[in-house]
């Protein structure tokens, strides 16, 4: 149950406080709203509660999540240059879903392709590098808070 005070990952952002819970009128119906501030960024959104589960926002995993999602970091991909295209669209899925799992997929899979590009003296196109870059942070910055920061700096 969300609560004030409690912290959410919101993907892309990361970590935020819900500050506030409040009934809006919104033409004639009345919504719930939940307000999250974004420590990290000076961002605050207000979500409509039962939108949630369609921005991927969610509480902070447990700690034996965390550690299975940290699993997938070792993962090594086979990627044809063929498939890429698709595989971008599915890329992007998983970086909107919200999921701990998922970024590290998605981090897994962008330091294989960029191992592949480097063998072939190119790099990440703009979209990868910054999709990589969020996944990263947004990945370290839970695992910062439920594993605390030595483990979040060894990543």
């Known amino acids: 149950m969300l609560k004030k005070g409690l912290t ?23 919504l719930n709203y939940c307000h999250i501030e974004f420590k990290n960024t000076n961002l605050s959104v207000a979500v409509p509660m039962d939108k949630f589960a369609d921005f991927g926002i969610r509480t902070l995993s447990s700690k034996a999540a965390v ?36 970024a590290a997929w998605v981090i897994a899979f962008l330091k294989s392709l960029s191992k592949k590009r480097a063998k072939e003296d190119k790099k990440l196109n703009s979209f990868q590098q910054d999709t990589l870059e969020k996944a990263e942070n947004f990945l370290k910055l839970e695992v910062e808070m439920v594993l605390g920061k030595r483990a979040a700096d060894k990543l």
Request: hydrophobic share 35%.
């Open 67 to 102: 550690k299975d999602a940290l699993k997938e970091l070792d993962r090594q991909f086979r990627i044809k240059d063929s498939e890429l295209e698709a595989i971008e669209l599915e890329i992007d899925l998983k970086m909107k879903s919200g999921s701990l799992t998922d």
């Open 8 to 30: 959410v990952m919101y993907p892309i952002y990361g970590p935020g406080t819900v500050t506030d819970i409040s009934l809006e009128e919104v033409g004639d119906k009345s």
